[in-house]
């Protein structure tokens, strides 16, 4: 299955308008994916509309978040059903600042229904680190059935190595994410305590539609199984 996991629709401020549920499913179909997972900055709101657009475009989704740590690191919940997404909901509520969102400054935050129609704002900035930590963060995607994928782990802003400078030992991930699978040698090199059968995700972090991925990498159903092993 040809697959892009890292995908921002318009809620997240820092994408582009034109990525609505619709449009996103429908490039990923052009493009020749599969399965894609749409994943805003701390919010699940706008995954009901995805899911219903999907269903209507014919691709594969999995509902998905990028959650930002108290650590300032991002890290993927990546959910087979919809409403254990959602169920995450009233814990990032109760775990994110209020912070009034400025749109001229960090962009608009449009939630759409399955026809691509505004529906209204999101109105706390989203862009906000969680009052939660890593592990915290992971176990409680776990505890909602999602896998836990710590996001472009070599990415000096909001990546585990590029910022925090390793993959904690005691941090129950499910795969790790990068965005150049060439670099994968060195890290395993440079961090002998990831382990040998980790699952490693490339992925786009898409913010405009011409950034999702072309059907340049596969995942197989057995590895995507994977990803949910852990999971209760
Ligand atoms: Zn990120
Ligand atoms: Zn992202």
Redesign the pocket.
Known sequence: MHYDF?IHSCLSPCAENEMTPNNICNMAKIKGLDVIAVTD?NSTRQLAACAQAAEQTGIALLSGM?L?SQEEM?ILGLFRRLEDALSMQPWIDAHMPVIPNRPEFFGEQLLLNASDEATGQEDRLLLVSLQAGLEEIAACIHAHHGAAVP??IA?R???LLGALGTVPVDLLYDALEIQDPAMIPAIRQQNPQIPEDTLWLCDS?AHRLVDIHEADYEISEAACRRLWERVP
């Open positions: 890292h900055h990028e930002q991002h996001a472009h990415e802003s909001y990546g972090d």
